[in-house]
């Protein structure tokens, strides 16, 4: 701070300074605040306004607010977009609410606080209420439903009751525990989900043959469920009438240099549940399929190239042939997650018998899949030469 003495200078040589100069002055400070200031900042007069400077109260109105409406159009969207098009259901249905905020509630309304094991699926109002009832009743068996949602533990009994429900299911015992039969209330995902029959299936299996009610072939692998199941009954086929569930699953380990990556690609992009796993491998449920991910330092697929098509087709490399929504539901999500194509998404074969849509991209390892649709799925294995 400037002493009295030199305040005392400075007015001395203002008294100094001739008036007209001394006006001079002040009519251009007036012409530079009037030319560079806000009009809101000067008085009538030139003068600095204080009032300007003062902090303005600032009201935060929020109108986002989730009622019945909102989660009526979270059914719909679940219905049409399913499970984890999050992008699409704000987009189209809730644009006032992000990604992850549609997610939660998605998870409230289905009751898990996973989605993982959901990904890609799609029902109405009635299914996603009965995912949420039976999430419900495992939740409360287990001591796992917590805040509204079934909630994983470190033990494992929510996959473990899952297992039990749908061994019972297939051997058309009724769960006292759950106040229901779950032979006539298991759904396709439950089931679909879990690994291949445990020994609590096989020690069920024991019980119903000493009562002479096993049917042939009872203890099947669970995929086998999965594919006789629909979405609201699971029931056994004519021995006689073909059916996908006879088709045994196939089973593929490869490597891969990083465990923690592989399984976020295959367990949370893919949505394929885990099975067992080991300090250096782990095994997913691919579609009903047995893969297996053996860790190995170091190791970066290569693959070569062959042209199918005009594309150039990475080899070796597997995958899955998928419904034509199927496809085009992973695609959807695999250009959410920004992983890169190999091969675009496309129609090939146009107008012949092997006319296919197809997609080609890589593990965090290197390692090529392949996703294709055929358009007549029933040409699948059709023999014919391509030109």
């Given at each position: 701070?400037?002493?009295a003495?030199?305040?005392?200078?400075?007015?001395?040589?203002?008294?100094?300074?001739?008036?007209?100069?001394?006006?001079?002055?002040?009519q251009?400070?007036?012409?530079?605040r009037?030319?560079?200031s806000?009009?809101?900042?000067?008085?009538?007069e030139g003068s600095?306004?204080?009032?300007?400077?003062?902090?303005?109260?600032?009201?935060?109105?929020?109108?986002k607010?989730?009622?019945d409406h909102e989660?009526?159009?979270?059914?719909?969207?679940?219905?049409?977009?399913g499970?984890?098009?999050?992008r699409e259901?704000?987009?189209?249905?809730?644009?006032k609410?992000?990604?992850?905020?549609?997610?939660?509630?998605?998870s409230?309304?289905?009751g898990?606080?996973?989605?993982?094991?959901?990904?890609?699926?799609k029902?109405?109002?009635?299914?996603?209420d009965?995912e949420?009832?039976?999430?419900?009743?495992?939740?409360?068996?287990t001591?796992c439903?917590?805040a509204g949602?079934?909630?994983?533990d470190?033990?494992g009994?929510v996959?473990?009751?899952?297992?039990k429900l749908?061994c019972?299911?297939?051997f058309?015992?009724?769960?006292?525990a759950?106040?229901m039969h779950?032979?006539a209330?298991?759904t396709?995902?439950?089931?679909a989900?879990?690994?291949?029959?445990?020994?609590?299936?096989t020690?069920?299996?024991?019980?119903n043959?000493s009562?002479?009610?096993?049917?042939?072939?009872?203890?099947?692998?669970?995929?086998?469920?999965?594919?006789?199941?629909?979405?609201?009954?699971?029931?056994e086929?004519?021995?006689?009438?073909?059916?996908?569930?006879a088709?045994?699953?196939?089973?593929?380990?490869?490597?891969?240099?990083?465990l923690k990556q592989?399984?976020?690609f295959?367990?949370?992009?893919?949505?394929?549940?885990?099975?067992?796993?080991?300090?250096?491998?782990?095994?997913?449920?691919?579609?009903?399929?047995?893969?297996?991910?053996?860790?190995?330092?170091?190791?970066?697929?290569?693959?070569?190239a062959n042209?199918v098509?005009?594309?150039?087709v990475?080899?070796?490399?597997?995958?899955?042939a998928?419904?034509?929504q199927?496809?085009?539901?992973l695609a959807?999500r695999?250009?959410?997650?920004?992983v890169?194509?190999?091969?675009?998404?496309?129609?090939?074969?146009?107008?012949?018998?092997?006319e296919?849509?197809?997609m080609f991209?890589k593990?965090p390892?290197?390692n090529?899949?392949?996703?294709?649709?055929?358009?007549t799925?029933?040409?699948?294995?059709?023999?014919?030469?391509?030109?």
């Amino acid at each position: 701070m400037a002493s009295a003495a030199v305040l005392q200078g400075r007015e001395k040589q203002l008294a100094s300074v001739p008036q007209a100069q001394k006006t001079e002055r002040l009519q251009w400070v007036h012409d530079m605040r009037s030319a560079f200031s806000p009009a809101a900042m000067l008085t009538e007069e030139g003068s600095i306004n204080q009032e300007f400077f003062k902090p303005t109260k600032v009201v935060m109105v929020d109108d986002k607010k989730w009622g019945d409406h909102e989660r009526d159009l979270l059914y719909q969207a679940l219905e049409k977009h399913g499970v984890g098009n999050w992008r699409e259901i704000s987009e189209q249905y809730l644009p006032k609410w992000d990604d992850q905020a549609i997610r939660i509630k998605a998870s409230r309304l289905m009751g898990s606080q996973s989605l993982a094991r959901y990904i890609g699926w799609k029902g109405n109002r009635a299914a996603v209420d009965a995912e949420r009832a039976v999430n419900k009743a495992i939740g409360d068996r287990t001591g796992c439903w917590k805040a509204g949602v079934l909630v994983e533990d470190d033990a494992g009994s929510v996959k473990k009751a899952l297992n039990k429900l749908a061994c019972k299911a297939k051997f058309g015992l009724p769960d006292m525990a759950l106040n229901m039969h779950v032979g006539a209330r298991v759904t396709a995902l439950h089931v679909a989900q879990l690994p291949a029959p445990s020994l609590s299936c096989t020690a069920l299996a024991k019980v119903n043959r000493s009562n002479k009610q096993t049917p042939r072939n009872a203890c099947k692998p669970t995929v086998a469920l999965a594919q006789a199941a629909s979405t609201t009954d699971v029931q056994e086929k004519p021995e006689n009438q073909p059916s996908s569930s006879a088709m045994p699953p196939f089973h593929l380990a490869f490597p891969v240099s990083d465990l923690k990556q592989t399984k976020s690609f295959y367990g949370s992009l893919l949505g394929c549940p885990e099975g067992r796993s080991a300090a250096g491998w782990v095994d997913y449920n691919l579609f009903g399929h047995q893969i297996v991910c053996h860790q190995v330092k170091g190791y970066n697929a290569k693959a070569s190239a062959n042209a199918v098509d005009g594309d150039p087709v990475p080899v070796p490399h597997f995958g899955l042939a998928l419904s034509v929504q199927q496809f085009h539901d992973l695609a959807d999500r695999v250009k959410q997650a920004d992983v890169q194509f190999v091969i675009q998404p496309h129609l090939r074969f146009k107008g012949q018998p092997g006319e296919q849509w197809t997609m080609f991209f890589k593990d965090p390892s290197g390692n090529a899949l392949e996703f294709k649709a055929m358009t007549t799925p029933e040409n699948l294995f059709a023999k014919y030469y391509v030109s």
